[in-house]
């Protein structure tokens, strides 16, 4: 049996024939491409003799074709996603960009007022960090409304096309709606010491904008559930410590039961991203009905085992993750390794609501014969009785 076939069989509640293994190797590409490391077969097959059209430290990863499904196929990891938003995204006033160094400036002018973001490329964990983040306080609240009002969004399949040809037996696809607008906010472009003043502060500022926002991300999640593909995400980058209790029952919880709902109708899967502390959102996430909760990092990194969240959801609900990202780096030797990955495939075993994943990513400096170890371990302990 497929890879594809033991993670559908999964997602329908039935028995596959092993484990299913997946893994998002995003981070991983990026810091092969950023350092040279990426092997010359792969790049090929990506780019062929011409070379990336734009490649420059993390700015965007032009890794998406025959290159990055050759080399899910040679580490043995079922593909599932680089994170693909399915639809162009066009605003009347286009943002300003400018690289000093390692800082990526970009600067929104709008009528309501001007806004500025600066994001740094930290060039030894290859990835990028706000240090000016675009809202403020409540006071740019306005200007970020107007950005919305005037922003258009239209499908953008071709990759899903492509995929869907591509991926085969090997894997599903999966394509994102934007995150939902209380997690925009926090994750991308005020944060969390922000967003709580904005909501101390004032309120129906905050809740006139999450009204905009809303109405424009539900148009992505209707792009997204009309792509080709198998299932749905929604990248919201979740974590108990922020987004639990009010903050989840009064901003978050409605937007997930209409997305849901919305991507079920198209006969896809729900997924969600929760790449956090896991109690009690994982709860949460369940009862609004998600199919799949996705990026689950368990203890010893995360805060619940796998036995204690499994007791924390519904029995319908698949848990995709399991190995914490940071195990594949060579400071955890590799009979732990091994015995960790050895120990989840055995949790997960007859249990047909697990998906073994990375919690979320696997690090720059990991080996590649530690990510195919995993597919190894898999074929040895993961058989179903």
């Given at each position: ?177 934007m995150r939902t607008p209380l997690q925009e906010l926090i994750a991308q472009k005020a944060g969390i010491e922000a967003v709580t003043y904005m909501y101390m502060d004032a309120q129906d500022e905050l809740e006139e904008t999450l009204a905009v926002m809303e109405a424009k991300h539900d148009e992505t999640a209707r792009l997204a559930c009309a792509a080709p593909g198998d299932c749905v995400l929604v990248p919201d980058n979740l974590s108990s410590d922020i987004s639990s ?141």
């Amino acid at each position: 049996m497929s890879k594809r076939e033991d993670v559908l069989r999964v997602l329908r509640g039935e028995n596959p024939e092993y484990v299913p293994w997946f893994g998002d190797l995003a981070y991983w590409i990026e810091y092969l491409l950023d350092d040279g490391l990426m092997d010359k077969k792969y790049m090929d097959e990506e780019f062929g003799d011409t070379g990336p059209d734009e490649y420059r430290m993390g700015i965007a990863i032009p890794f998406t074709g025959e290159g990055l499904h050759r080399l899910h196929h040679d580490l043995g990891v079922g593909f599932y996603l680089q994170g693909y938003f399915p639809f162009s995204e066009t605003c009347e006033a286009a943002p300003g960009i400018e690289y000093r160094g390692d800082d990526k400036i970009i600067t929104h002018v709008t009528p309501a007022g001007t806004l500025r973001e600066v994001w740094f490329h930290e060039r030894n964990t290859h990835s990028w960090a706000p240090k000016e983040r675009m809202v403020k306080d409540w006071r740019d609240l306005a200007a970020l409304r107007w950005i919305y009002e005037h922003t258009e969004y239209a499908p953008d399949y071709l990759l899903a096309e492509q995929r869907v040809e591509r991926v085969g037996d090997e894997g599903i696809v999966v394509v994102y709606t934007m995150r939902t607008p209380l997690q925009e906010l926090i994750a991308q472009k005020a944060g969390i010491e922000a967003v709580t003043y904005m909501y101390m502060d004032a309120q129906d500022e905050l809740e006139e904008t999450l009204a905009v926002m809303e109405a424009k991300h539900d148009e992505t999640a209707r792009l997204a559930c009309a792509a080709p593909g198998d299932c749905v995400l929604v990248p919201d980058n979740l974590s108990s410590d922020i987004s639990s209790g009010m903050f989840y029952e009064k901003y978050l919880k409605g937007v997930h039961e209409k997305w849901v709902k919305m991507i079920r109708g198209a006969g896809k899967y729900s997924m969600v991203h929760l790449d956090g502390a896991l109690d009690p959102l994982a709860g949460e996430l369940s009862k609004s009905g998600f199919d799949v909760i996705e990026a689950v990092t368990p203890a010893p990194v995360g805060d619940l085992a796998l036995p204690d969240l499994k007791g924390r959801v519904l029995p319908e609900t698949v848990l995709w993750g399991g190995i914490p990202g940071g195990f594949f780096h060579p400071y955890l030797s590799d009979g732990d390794f091994e015995r960790y990955v050895i120990e989840t495939i055995e949790c997960m075993k007859g249990d047909n609501r697990f998906v073994l994943a990375v919690g979320d990513q696997i690090v720059p400096e990991s080996s590649p014969e530690r990510i195919r170890r995993v597919d190894e371990l898999v074929k040895k302990y993961g058989k179903y009785d």
